[in-house]
């Protein structure tokens, strides 16, 4: 993308948040760049360096001030409880051991994936609220949710694509499409974890999605997913979410039974409707097509 592109990315974003990242594990903990994109030479290696020094001398260096309000959010406040250990699954069950450079997923336990799945989907709602609080501080609000609700219909459809791909090649996907559809919507990050977006799925009869009130709806020093949820203008992420399974599916809001929200009707189009523009231009994306691959087994483990 450009020179500009690369150097914005590189230095301009990664810069102050490698540092803000080191320090709040060690506020005497400094992360200098020794040389990043773009390079010079062009082949240099490795790709990007970084110098990472802990200093007991050194003066604390405090978080970045926009870090403070985000502290203050329900989600913040959000913890991985501690999972019992009596049947782990195999693989590590904690990193008390000396820095691995080549720490891989596949080395902890089962137990520690899901904590891992849990506290990745907070760091995925913490990054919304992040960039919407950023663009708060230099648009209108108006423009902000607009914003906000394009990327969360466009990452909720690509998202939702390789949540498919990855059921129907883990052979579980043989239940149906509305069963994919429940699925998919029980895994997707935008609905997860569930102590912080409470929704619902019914599936008896007719597919229903239900959302109640929940910390994601309250959060009021933020705008968040679970807000747009909320107020209805999160309703195209939705309908892309299940367009991602089938393109002949639609959601069609109805009347929240029980006092909740907002709540969603699973509807049948007779002819596939086209994907979304927010949903294409996401998938401009080299991330959108990333795929996770074995790697085998570590070259000293014999």
Known sequence: MGESFVRTMCHDIEDPTFEATVCAGNPQARMTPVHRPPRTPADRRPHCEWLVEIDPDAEPLAGPP????????????????????????????????????????????????????REFAIQGHLLVLSFAAALRRRVEAEDVADALAAQMTGVGGVVAARLVRWLRAAGLADGG????????????????????????????????????????????????????????????????????????????????PFGRRRAWRLERTEVPRPVRP??????????????????GPRPDAG
């Open 177 to 256: 499409v509305e069963q994919l559809v429940a699925d998919v919507l029980a895994l997707h990050p935008l609905l997860q974890p569930e102590d912080y977006v409470d929704t619902w799925v019914d599936g008896d009869g007719e597919t229903v999605v239900v959302l109640g009130d929940c910390a994601a709806t309250e959060e009021v020093l933020a705008l968040g997913w679970g807000s747009l949820l909320a107020d209805g203008r999160g309703d195209g992420a939705l309908d892309a979410i299940v367009h991602a399974v089938d393109p002949c599916l639609s959601v069609e809001v109805v009347d929240a």
């Open 66 to 117: 926009t870090v403070e309000p985000l502290r203050s959010t329900r989600l913040a406040d959000l913890v991985v409880p501690l999972m019992p250990l009596t049947d782990p699954g195999g693989g590590s069950t904690d990193y008390r051991r000396p820095l691995d450079p080549d720490l891989r997923m596949e080395d902890f336990s089962a137990v520690v994936l899901r904590a891992l799945c």
């Open 278 to 295: 927010e949903v294409t231009l996401c998938e401009f994306s080299t991330g959108a097509g990333f795929e996770f691959s074995r790697t």
